[in-house]
């Protein structure tokens, strides 16, 4: 699937953040490939340049909202110092290849840390760490200071029974005492007859009560299922651990139902099992000489290489369409007249009339 990406060197030579937007892709497992246009070796690795190609697993990968960031370190910035553009490809475990793209590369002061020394064997290159700089010294932590003792506390006021005011009136002799007692028996009285005419002897109002409103019933809306992205879709078929026949059939089917970009991962897995009708439907993703599919970039080399697996089987179609391919060129692949006509000449035999008269157009 065509990404979009960028690359943007960092403060520490060496270094440098890649960018990939448009990919619905969990970050966890990600690889990447990196190809240049000259050279035989084109394919990077973390130890040079490779004929074949590499998958390099960066050590940090990291989603911010819907950008993927691969923190890039000596190994792959300090090779390419001085190439313009690469081509770029993301592949996810399981799925495969799930996007492609062309990315030009900034110029960047390098770090002098690469050696292309090291033996290689592995296609999937897990990248060295970044060197970890020393740890600052901690600062001491300072002494806690003495603690002070809190003050003694205050002692508490003695408590005493507060006194009987009526105790000294049965003690009181003569008129003066039964004075005091008659007067305060009368108040008693009176707050007593108050307290029943005001507070307990009223007569009780009827409230009606009125009933809470009831509340209509709300009906639930229907929730729908959230919808699956093209890649849940694809993993959880592949889960099923289908055959190659039964895949290029699946893949088929995608297609016709327009969603080319499930048909392209499902392609691409019975492909990679030796599927030879599934590597020339992926190779025609790539074909410059045919219509692009739902966006995909065209590519003369992935192409070329695809159907060439296919025509060594022995695939007619696959021979046809790869001398075709070979006659016009195209998409980074340089036309040539004699692979075109040894491999037309290889459909023909199989007597595939497009290939007879593909021949027949060839200059002499």
């Not at 590369?105 to 690469?114: E, H, Q, R």
Request: glycine share 8%; charged share 25%; net charge neutral.
């Amino acid at each position: 699937m065509p990404v979009r990406a960028s690359i943007t060197p960092l403060s520490e030579p060496g270094h440098a953040l890649l960018r990939v937007t448009e990919l619905d892709a969990a970050p966890d497992g990600l690889t990447i490939s990196i190809q240049r246009q000259q050279g035989p070796d084109s394919h990077l690795a973390d130890d040079g340049w490779r004929r074949t190609e590499t998958w390099l697993m960066p050590d940090q990968v990291r989603r911010r909202g819907e950008v993927l960031e691969f923190h890039l370190g000596p190994e792959i910035c300090d090779r390419l110092a001085g190439v313009a553009t690469v081509r770029l490809r993301v592949r996810e475990p399981d799925i495969g290849v799930v996007g492609t793209t062309v990315v030009a590369w900034p110029a960047m002061l390098t770090s002098g840390a690469a050696d292309g020394s090291n033996p290689f064997a592995d296609d999937i290159v897990r990248l060295r760490r970044a060197r970890e700089r020393a740890a600052p010294e901690p600062e001491p932590v300072p002494e806690p200071p003495p603690a002070v003792e809190p003050p003694p506390p205050r002692p508490r006021p003695e408590l005493r029974a507060a006194r009987d005011p009526m105790a000294d009136l049965t003690k009181r002799r003569g008129g003066t005492g039964w004075m005091v007692a008659t007067a305060i028996l009368l108040i008693l009285i009176g707050g007593g007859y108050y307290a029943w005419t005001n507070h307990f002897d009223k007569p009780e109002q009827a409230v009606a009560a009125t009933p809470p409103p009831t509340a209509s019933p709300t009906p639930l809306a229907s929730a729908e299922p959230p919808k699956k992205s093209v890649r849940e879709t694809v993993a959880e078929y592949l889960a099923t651990k289908p055959q190659p026949d039964a895949m290029l059939a699946k893949g088929r089917e995608f297609a016709k139902d327009g969603n080319m970009a499930a048909s392209f991962l499902v392609f691409r897995q019975a492909a990679e099992q030796g599927n030879a009708a599934a590597q020339v439907e992926l190779a025609s993703f790539y074909d410059p000489t045919m219509q692009t599919k739902a966006g995909f970039p065209h590519d003369g080399t992935l192409a070329a290489s695809w159907y060439e697996r296919a025509a060594l089987a022995g695939v007619a179609e696959a021979q046809r369409k790869l001398g075709l391919l070979f006659a016009k060129g195209g998409a980074g692949l340089t036309a040539d007249t004699a692979k075109a006509k040894s491999w037309l000449q290889q459909a023909a035999a199989q007597n595939d009339a497009d290939a007879k008269k593909a021949l027949d157009s060839l200059p002499k």
